[in-house]
T-cell receptor, first 110, second 114 residues
């Protein structure tokens, strides 16, 4: 089983749609969780951290379920500028590195 | 600029050659990471430095790969006897502290092995 698994998509949605991405991780000892965003041929950038209680940043909501080892990202009112690859990220067992999923590609169209 | 700087941005080499990729992290960031990203994949962890020492090199695929950070700032990733399968974007990232928090990535060095 891969350490971080994501549905690669692509997700093709119209502007204004709500879209949800899911991710599972294998290391039950992981303590840190993030969503990163990567635009085409650019470097990944932190989108938001994910906390056990769930957290929201504008149109973006992240949730974590430690029991089922599941992380989600919800994007409301999608914008054209949200088109990108969204990477689910979890720390490794030693806490020395961040492990990235394959990414889920989102394409928002007008 | 104040970001992570990587050189070269593009490198084309022949199979069997030696390659060095350089990373200049954000000033004051003690943690430095190397990742490798192939097309359609997420970044794959290679090695992590805390200061001058390699705190975790478990991601290096084999002994052809080696990285140094002699003065705790600039790092060099070295690849010996390159193979076509080494073709990828090599990303360097730095952060203020170990393991958690935000990683700041450079734009990457795109390596093509012919």
């Amino acid at each position: 089983r891969k350490e971080v698994e994501q549905d690669p998509g692509p997700f093709n949605v119209p502007e204004g749609a709500t879209v949800a991405f899911n991710c599972t991780y294998s290391n039950s000892a992981s303590q840190s969780f993030f969503w990163y965003r990567q635009d085409c041929r650019k470097e990944p950038k932190l989108l938001m951290s994910v906390y056990s209680s769930g957290n929201e940043d504008g149109r973006f909501t992240a949730q974590l379920n430690r029991v089922s080892q599941y992380i989600s990202l919800l994007i409301r009112d999608s914008k054209l500028s949200d088109s990108a690859t969204y990477l689910c990220v979890v720390d490794n067992q030693a806490g020395t590195a961040l492990i990235f999923g394959k990414g889920t590609t989102l394409s928002v169209s007008s | 600029g104040a970001g992570v700087s990587q050189t070269p941005s593009n490198k084309v080499t022949e199979k069997g050659k030696y390659v060095e990729l350089r990373c200049d992290p954000i000033s004051g960031h003690t943690a430095l990471y190397w990742y490798r990203q192939s097309l359609g994949q997420g970044p794959e962890f290679l090695i992590y430095f805390q200061g001058t020492g390699a705190a975790d090199d478990s991601g290096l695929p084999n002994d052809r790969f080696f990285a140094v950070r002699p003065e705790g700032s600039v790092s060099t990733l070295k690849i010996q006897r390159t193979e076509r399968g080494d073709s990828a974007v090599y990303l360097c990232a730095s952060s203020l502290k170990l393991g958690t928090g935000e990683l700041f990535f450079g734009e990457g060095s795109r390596l093509t092995v012919l």
